[in-house]
């Protein structure tokens, strides 16, 4: 079985510019989570989402946003890139949403660098 | 503000030894805790869960909770060179989301 999916593996970008990140769940899982992990740090929560609607929302700015599609893949985009927007961003999925008890299984994540 | 707290190391101890990673944490109403292993460049790979005061173990890794104290540790038995990674503690607050520590480096020495 093919586990948690995200593409692209890296990406480069300048500043000012969007990007979009993508991520598939392991089949049956309905709940998907963004992370953002820098350089040296633990993750921080960006976003989760259950059943296509948003369940959970980190400290981070408008400029990160997030959708779940119908078949439980999802895509974290981020506008106006800034420079400390560069980090390791990882996708988790679970097979119900945050009330329930699981340990996420993780992406291997998009390393996105912003220059 | 959440937080938890784990000793950044690096922790070095010798190939076959008890390795011990300790973890606190502020939320009192956490139920949840969770024991990741990342590997230079690779995402976050579960090792462990607990949820009650005490031991739980499962092969040559043991979690530890007590919420008393606010303090979850790691043990890792005879340990391995395949070992030596950055491990994280994750909590669960009572918003349901992890908030994660920043992780200890562990370098296990042949």
């Known amino acids: 079985d093919a586990g948690v999916t995200q593409s692209p593996t890296h990406l480069i970008k300048t500043r000012g510019q969007q990007v979009t990140l993508r991520c598939s769940p392991i089949?049956?899982?309905?709940?998907v989570s963004w992370y953002q992990q820098v350089l040296g740090q633990g993750p921080q929560f960006i976003f989760q989402y259950y059943e296509k609607e948003e369940r959970g929302r980190g400290n981070f700015p408008d400029r990160f946003s997030a959708r779940q599609f119908p078949n439980y893949s999802s895509e974290l985009n981020v506008n106006a890139l800034l420079l400390g927007d560069s980090a390791l961003y990882l996708c988790?999925?679970?097979?119900?949403?945050?009330?329930?008890?699981?340990?996420?299984?993780f992406g291997s994540g998009t390393r996105l660098t912003v220059v | 503000q959440k937080e938890v707290e784990q000793n950044s190391g690096p922790l070095s101890v010798p190939e076959g030894a008890i390795a011990s990673l300790n973890c606190t944490y502020s939320d009192r109403v956490s139920q949840s805790f969770f024991w990741y292993r990342q590997y230079s460049g690779k995402s976050p790979e579960l090792i462990m869960s607990i949820y009650s005061n005490g031991d739980k173990e499962d092969g040559r890794f043991t979690a530890q909770l007590n919420k008393a104290s606010q303090y979850v540790s790691l043990l890792i038995r005879d340990s391995q060179p395949s070992d030596s990674a950055t491990y994280l503690c994750a909590v669960r607050d009572s918003n349901y989301q992890l908030i994660w520590g920043a992780g200890t480096k562990l370098i296990i020495k042949p």
């Open positions: 089949s049956g899982h309905k709940s």
């Open positions: 988790a999925s679970s097979p119900t949403d945050s009330r329930m008890d699981y340990g996420y299984t």
